[in-house]
């Protein structure tokens, strides 16, 4: 990915679900384009969208270096690409 400023910060995913419950990730330090949500343990990743759309809820999540990963679900697109939550396993 490019190492433009990824935009803001995305509502975590669990507050998606809950509204009275929104809150957004924090980035994780030295990784671009990844964010953790440490009440919930769950993380999104901005990725290019076929990588996106080629998974689904459940599947093995491989793409952050040294979390083995779940995919939740997809989040919103921006800037070409598309957010993707995962869980670690
Ligand atoms: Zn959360």
Redesign the pocket.
Known sequence: MSTTPSGPNPV????MKHPR?R?R?RPVDGVENVWF?S??S?YAQLVDPETAEAVRRGDEWGHYEGIDGLVVRQGDERQGGQIVYFREK
């Not at 975590?12 to 507050?15: K, Y």
């Open positions: 975590c995913e669990v507050g419950d809150h990730m949500c009440r919930h769950m």
